[in-house]
């Protein structure tokens, strides 16, 4: 018999084992059911669509973009039905369908904060009260004196990060340098890219004004809180710079974010970020229409 026909074969009863012993995993069989192919056109893919279902698995439990323990971070390598075959395309899970919303967004909100304009600031009545201390900011700021900034706290889209924006870019024309950084992204580019981490830093600690946005919004850590946080608002503190803070929760709420566990210690390492945060600003609560509708 020829030796070809004999490998065919031999090749052949190998991958209906194969086949075999993958649908006795009933997520696999799942897997088959929901994309619609027949066995015999799922059995050439048996070795992708197992892999397929071990990214799944990763995904199920995964807290977050950076545990991502599959092959290309953030995507599952799912299987779609092309004629009598099947194309594998990396499909983005939740967390990165959130990250590339939070980036549209950002770039939104950028555009945002580098037209931002104190006279174009509605003069809503809920905004009266930050409106006169943004004012008084201005009129009384000296870039070498001892100014407090401002904790401004409120409901989603109330346009906190726009004011303080339009405030710092007045002040611009006055040569006072400022950076505004989304606190959650600030974290992501520092963890992507340790080797500017010292110059990052540095930067931060010494700004004339710097606002801090969103705080509140990312996970938190001991790294996070206490090596990059604590660092950042020590040294504003002991340099006399002004440091803004925007947040959709008001201190006593993000003590408690800031808190890892119920120990004691680190009770006190969320308190000490919050007296941090009292020294170096007034606090403000703005509630109001939710501008991003």
């Known amino acids: 018999m020829n030796e070809t026909i004999i490998s065919g074969r031999v090749n052949q009863k190998a991958l209906e084992d194969s086949y075999k012993e993958a649908c006795k995993d009933q997520q696999f069989k799942r ?16 070795s992708s669509l197992q892999n397929t279902v071990c990214e799944l698995n990763n995904c199920a439990d995964c807290p977050g973009l950076i545990y991502c323990k599959n092959r290309l971070e953030g995507h599952v390598l799912y299987p779609e039905k092309k004629d009598n075959r099947i194309l594998f395309l990396y499909a983005p899970c939740k967390y990165q369908k959130e990250m590339k919303k939070k980036e549209e967004e950002a770039v ?5 904060i580098l037209n931002a304009s104190l006279k174009d600031v509605d003069k809503d009545k809920e905004r009266i009260e930050v409106i006169k201390w943004i004012k008084a900011f201005y009129d ?3 870039k070498t004196g ?9 409901n989603f ?7 303080i924006s339009a405030l710092f870019n007045e002040l611009s024309k006055k040569r006072v340098s400022s950076e505004i950084v989304y606190y959650p992204e ?19 600690e010494n700004v004339d004004l710097l606002l801090i946005d969103d705080i509140g919004a990312e996970k938190v850590t001991e790294w996070s809180r206490d090596e990059i946080l604590g660092t950042i608002l020590q040294k ?6 002004t440091t803004f803070f925007t947040s959709n929760l008001d201190m006593e709420a993000l003590q408690q974010h800031l808190r890892i566990n119920n120990y004691s210690d680190d009770e006190m390492k969320a308190r000490r970020i919050i007296e941090r945060i009292k020294q170096l600003t007034d606090d403000i ?3 109001g229409e939710n501008k991003r509708k």
């Open 31 to 46: 897997l088959i059911k929901t994309i619609e192919v027949d066995n015999d056109t799922a059995m050439k893919y048996t």
């Open 285 to 287: 609560e703005l509630i």
């Open 186 to 204: 600030l974290l992501r580019d520092i963890k992507s890219d340790f080797d500017s981490y010292a110059d990052r830093i540095d930067y931060l």
């Open 146 to 154: 001892k100014n407090k900034g401002l904790y401004l706290h409120g």
């Open 236 to 241: 504003r503190m002991n340099n006399y710079k």
């Open 157 to 163: 889209g109330c346009g906190k990060t726009y004011l």
């Open 140 to 142: 009384n700021y000296e």
């Open 108 to 112: 939104s909100r950028d555009k945002d």
